[in-house]
């Protein structure tokens, strides 16, 4: 019986430059959020702030990053009262 190797195929890791676009990315969709479509662009600046801190919490982080996922889940929170009225 023939054995099959398994080829691993390896994640390239994020660059510094990498995880600052992520983060301003984010910071950018949370701004926006807060004059059109937050109920959208809230999660998105959530998710690439998080992805932007390494999906961690410890450690340091860049500005941007926080800065993404607090005004993100604002403008979710925000714009899901808006659209309950």
Not at 50 to 65: D, E
Not at 66 to 79: M, N, R, Y
Request: glycine share 10%; with cysteine.
């Amino acid at each position: 019986m023939a054995t099959r190797t398994r080829t691993r195929t390896r994640m390239r890791s994020r660059s510094r430059s990498d995880i600052g676009t992520i983060a301003v990315v984010g910071a950018v969709c949370a701004v926006v959020g807060f004059f059109v479509l937050g109920i959208v662009l809230g999660p998105l600046a959530i998710i690439f702030g998080w992805l932007a801190m390494g999906r961690s919490w410890r450690g340091a982080k860049s500005i941007p990053a926080v800065v993404a996922v607090v005004l993100g889940a604002f403008d979710t929170v925000v714009a899901v009262l808006w659209l309950a009225q």
